[in-house]
C-alpha cells in the first residue's frame, strides 16, 4: 500500500490522481489524520509526504524499517535523506519521481509474496477467463479458484478485473498483444 500523508487535500488528490493514471498496481490510501496511521502501517510499503509530517510519524515507523519516503516539499534548504519532490517540479519530473518511486516489477516484495498459482490465475483473469473457465483450464473447483482471487486481492489491494491486468501487464506476467 501507499500512504499519501498531507494536510493539503489539493496536493493528496493530485498525487493520488496522478498514480492511478500511472496504473501503479497497488493500493492508494490519502491519510489527513495521524490517528488512523498507524493500524495502516502494517501493509505500507510506501509513504509520500511533507517533511513536517514526515518527523511526526518517526516515531511510529521505527518498527517498519521496511517503508520507503518521498518527501514533498517546496524547500530546498533542507538536506533530505529521502528522496525528494519539490512543488516547483514540471509535469515530467513529477512523473518520472513517482514512477521510480512506486517501481513495481518482479523484484517487488508484493509480487514475491504471490504464489505461482496465484500468478496464473492472474494471467487467466487478465486474458479476460471467467471463474469457471479458469476452474476448467485448471482442473480445480470454481469455488478454489475464488479463494485464490480472495488471496490475490487481499495481498495486493487490487479488487478490480482491469486492476489485476494492469498488476500482470506490469510486473511480465502477461504481454499487452496477447489480450483479448
Given at each position: 500500500?501507499?500512504?499519501?500523508?498531507?494536510?493539503?487535500?489539493?496536493?493528496?488528490?493530485?498525487?493520488?490522481?496522478?498514480?492511478?493514471?500511472?496504473?501503479?498496481?497497488?493500493?492508494?490510501?490519502?491519510?489527513?489524520?495521524?490517528?488512523?496511521?498507524e493500524d495502516?502501517?502494517?501493509?505500507?510499503?510506501?509513504?509520500?509526504?511533507?517533511?513536517?509530517?514526515?518527523?511526526?510519524?518517526?516515531?511510529?515507523?521505527?518498527?517498519?524499517?521496511?517503508?520507503?519516503?518521498?518527501?514533498?516539499?517546496?524547500?530546498?534548504?533542507?538536506?533530505?535523506?529521502?528522496?525528494?519532490?519539490?512543488?516547483?517540479?514540471?509535469?515530467?519530473?513529477?512523473?518520472?519521481?513517482?514512477?521510480?518511486?512506486?517501481?513495481?516489477?518482479?523484484?517487488?516484495?508484493?509480487?514475491?509474496?504471490?504464489?505461482?498459482?496465484?500468478?496464473?490465475?492472474?494471467?487467466?483473469?487478465?486474458?479476460?477467463?471467467?471463474?469457471?473457465?479458469?476452474?476448467?483450464?485448471?482442473?480445480?473447483?470454481?469455488?478454489?479458484?475464488?479463494?485464490?482471487?480472495?488471496?490475490?486481492?487481499?495481498?495486493?489491494?487490487?479488487?478490480?478485473?482491469?486492476?489485476?491486468?494492469?498488476y500482470a501487464?506490469?510486473?511480465?506476467?502477461?504481454?499487452?498483444?496477447?489480450?483479448?
Open positions: 500500500m501507499i500512504l499519501i500523508l498531507g494536510n493539503n487535500h489539493l496536493i493528496n488528490n493530485g498525487l493520488q490522481h496522478i498514480l492511478n493514471k500511472l496504473f501503479i498496481p497497488a493500493k492508494i490510501k490519502i491519510v489527513e489524520d495521524l490517528d488512523s496511521l495502516l502501517l502494517p501493509e505500507t510499503q510506501k509513504i509520500i509526504c511533507d517533511f513536517e509530517n514526515l518527523k511526526k510519524i518517526e516515531p511510529l515507523i521505527q518498527d517498519f524499517k521496511k517503508i520507503n519516503f518521498l518527501i514533498v516539499d517546496n524547500s530546498k534548504k533542507v538536506e533530505y535523506e529521502y528522496d525528494f519532490l519539490s512543488f516547483n517540479s514540471t509535469k515530467e519530473e513529477i512523473i518520472e519521481k513517482l514512477e521510480n518511486f512506486c517501481n513495481y516489477n518482479e523484484t517487488n516484495q508484493d509480487f514475491k509474496q504471490i504464489s505461482e498459482r496465484e500468478k496464473e490465475i492472474i494471467k487467466l483473469v487478465a486474458s479476460g477467463l471467467t471463474n469457471k473457465e479458469i476452474a476448467d483450464k485448471l482442473f480445480i473447483s470454481i469455488h478454489t479458484v475464488i479463494t485464490h482471487r480472495k488471496n490475490i486481492s487481499a495481498k495486493l489491494g487490487i479488487k478490480t478485473i482491469s486492476g489485476l491486468t494492469t501487464i506490469l510486473n511480465g506476467l502477461v504481454e499487452i498483444d496477447n489480450l483479448k
